[in-house]
């Protein structure tokens, strides 16, 4: 069983260079390269061992990512791959070694995601050095065979002398990952800072208590200084001998572990954090707690400074994420000052914040500059976007002659064409039915028919249109077509729907998206008196 063709159904662009106006695809390049030894030199045994191959394929993304553009660009991908895997409550309670699964890319999010994170912890217990003897000798004596975790963990301790049971009992069977809350106080008599550690996760089923090291940071008036725990209990205490007042305490300070942490600090020691935190992390962690701080113009003016400042990008586009959910006129001019960023990954954070400005005219005017004169296509699809948020008078118009326009990957046409669904406004519908139709490329039908399901409701040669897309065998025109009869909530639809899933041709995941579907539909409609 070979898995390099997975991704290769639907093949996006290939273009090996990180270009800053278009997409890359050097990630994807890295992962197909990796599975020539993961995955087909050595080979998972079977599908519940499929992290063998795509948990390694996702960590030399992330390894590649390191070696080209630097362990800042490598360690922001851990920092937003951490936050987004753990906010997903279906994939948390599931083991990556899982036999109890109806699709075999129902729990992709752990076999690749989680996987690769835990190579990376991985990576860090052992050491570079020991972590990459580790693997060639997991390579050479499994060459040519099938493979089980077991096979793994042995090759790690033939080739280390460490042994990784511990490790593997919670990170790799076990489900889930520590959810901490931290807190410390300061005792000025005892110049001694003591520190709470609470895992708040519930422990049951395959969620247990984590043992992990952590190495904490605690800077001074006289420096950083650095504090290597290990966190074991669901309660544990910790005090530090330091030389003064704390001015930072950073936990997991370069974010070597899976987690999440809830940090309880007052705003001037965020504020300290994302000026002075060395690593990339610790500066992300910072612009988002200020992000939660409303009201308070020093955390604005700092997060406004790191968003034009910052050393690294991906803190200008954290800080601007954190202004934009502060929202309010200071927030906003903060924002408008990050336009001018070279990086186009910043402006097009900085322009999707955009959308959600209030009372200001000029806006709508300005996203329009950007979309017809910005060099960076992605800078361009956003003010797309936040034009249809904005819903100036002439945005039907706008986004209209803007699906006319050829880019590459049809990029612009895709972004019109979603903008159109957004913006809302009935005479968007032809030109959606056009670039819905059979023939034209798939990610574009795709986003017409996204937008189709939101516009015009009582037009039944919609939906007559929709369901027969719905016939044609392509998965992904099925789903985007279920989904919209679901938004259109046209009664019409119940029937081939029904069909449908008898066929039994969809999917786990189409099925489920279906059958939610159908309830809706058959749900009778509400008066307009019952409603609230
Ligand atoms: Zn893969």
Not at 246 to 261: E, H
Request: hydrophobic share 40%; proline share 5%; charged share 25%.
């Amino acid at each position: 069983m070979s898995s390099a063709g997975w991704r290769t159904r639907a093949p996006p662009p290939i273009r090996a260079v990180r270009c800053e106006t278009l997409q890359k695809a050097d990630g994807l390049i890295a992962h197909e390269l990796a599975h020539q030894w993961f995955g087909d030199l050595v080979t998972c045994k079977d599908w519940a061992n499929l992290w063998l191959n795509e948990g390694f394929a996702t960590y030399f993304e992330t390894l590649w990512e390191e070696h080209q553009y630097g362990a800042d660009e490598a360690a922001y991908s851990l920092w937003q791959n951490r936050n987004s895997w753990m906010n997903n409550q279906r994939l948390y309670p599931v083991p990556m070694v899982n036999r109890n699964f109806k699709d075999a890319t129902e729990y992709a999010g752990n076999i690749y995601g989680k996987g690769g994170w835990v190579l990376h912890m991985l990576r860090q217990q052992l050491g570079d050095a020991e972590f990459y003897r580790a693997m060639k000798h997991y390579l050479e004596t499994n060459r040519g065979q099938n493979v089980v975790t077991a096979d793994l963990v042995k090759a790690i301790e033939q080739a280390t002398a460490t042994n990784v049971d511990q490790f593997f009992d919670q990170w790799v069977y076990g489900a889930g990952a520590p959810r901490f809350k931290v807190g410390y106080t300061y005792d000025e008599a005892a110049r001694q800072v003591k520190l709470t550690v609470e895992q708040t996760q519930k422990v049951e089923d395959r969620v247990g208590l984590f043992r992990v090291p952590v190495e904490m940071e605690i800077t001074t008036a006289a420096g950083r200084k650095n504090f290597p725990i290990t966190v074991a209990q669901a309660k544990d205490t910790f005090t530090f001998a330091v030389d003064g007042p704390p001015l930072m305490v950073l936990f997991d300070k370069a974010n070597k572990v899976l987690k999440s942490l809830e940090f309880n600090k007052p705003p001037k020691e965020w504020i300290y954090q994302l000026r002075n935190a060395a690593t990339v992390p610790g500066r992300a962690d910072a612009a988002k707690a200020l992000g939660e701080m409303r009201h308070d113009e020093e955390v604005v003016t700092a997060l406004g400074q790191a968003a034009l400042k910052d050393g690294f990008w991906g803190i200008r586009a954290e800080a601007l994420r954190a202004l934009g959910h502060i929202g309010g006129p200071s927030a906003q001019k903060q924002i408008l000052a990050a336009l001018a960023n070279e990086k186009p990954w910043v402006r097009q954070v900085a322009v999707e914040q955009m959308g959600s400005f209030k009372d200001d005219p000029s806006v709508a005017t300005r996203l329009e500059t950007i979309f017809r004169e910005d060099k960076a296509y992605r800078v361009r699809t956003a003010a797309l976007a936040s034009l249809a948020q904005q819903k100036p008078a002439n945005a039907v118009e706008l986004l209209r002659a803007a699906v006319g326009i050829d880019s590459p990957d049809d990029r612009l046409r895709i972004a019109a064409l979603r903008a159109l669904g957004t913006l809302g406004d009935d005479r968007g519908v032809p030109v959606l039915v056009e670039w819905s139709a059979t023939g034209k490329p798939f990610p574009v039908r795709l986003a017409a028919i996204t937008s189709l399901g939101q516009l015009d409701r009582k037009n039944k040669s919609i939906t007559e249109r929709l369901l027969a897309y719905m016939a044609e065998p392509y998965r992904a025109v099925r789903f985007a077509t279920i989904t919209a009869l679901g938004q259109r909530g046209d009664a019409e639809a119940v029937a081939p729907l029904e069909a449908l899933l008898k066929s039994g041709e969809l999917s786990e995941r189409q099925e489920q998206v279906a059958r939610g579907v159908l309830e809706r539909l058959k749900q009778p409609p509400v008066a307009p008196a019952e409603k609230k």
